[in-house]
């Protein structure tokens, strides 16, 4: 059973850093995908991230491309977002999401599906004050 934790949430200003990770255990090969998803206040849960434990594709939000970068380091079954510039905008639950798949190109879809995705963290929160 694959479960995945994320950390790295907290109270940041507009234009600083912040890198989340997920910890995922279960994994038993490259056959997954791996997802960040969003919920803004008052808003639906929005997938900003996808990269496939293989690295073969990727997908960005369009509103984080260029200040958001999805990566894994397998040897630690870990998934990071290092999110730069932030905006208040950002200010959201983020969630970390996977999938088991054998498909490399499952994050080079248009866009990030809450329901292709089985596995979900409980969420870490980030706040981006002007």
């Known amino acids: 059973q694959v479960q995945v934790v994320e950390s790295g949430g907290g109270p940041v200003q507009a234009g600083e850093s912040l890198r989340l990770s997920c910890a995922a255990s279960?994994?038993?090969?490259?056959?997954?995908?791996l997802a960040w998803f969003r919920r803004p206040p008052g808003k639906e849960r929005e997938g900003i991230s996808c990269?496939?434990?293989?690295?073969?594709?990727?997908y960005y939000l369009d509103s984080v491309k260029g200040r958001f970068t999805i990566s894994r380091d397998k040897a630690k079954n870990t998934l990071y977002l290092q999110m730069n510039s932030l905006k208040p905008e950002d200010t959201a639950m983020y969630y970390c999401?996977?999938?088991?798949?054998?498909?490399?190109?499952?994050?080079?879809?248009?866009?990030?599906?809450?329901?292709?995705?089985?596995?979900w963290g409980q969420g870490t929160q980030v706040t981006v004050s002007s």
């Open positions: 990269i496939t434990w293989s690295g073969r594709s990727t």
């Open positions: 279960g994994l038993t090969s490259d056959d997954y995908a």
């Open positions: 999401a996977a999938e088991e798949t054998s498909d490399d190109d499952y994050c080079s879809g248009l866009d990030l599906v809450v329901d292709e995705f089985a596995f």
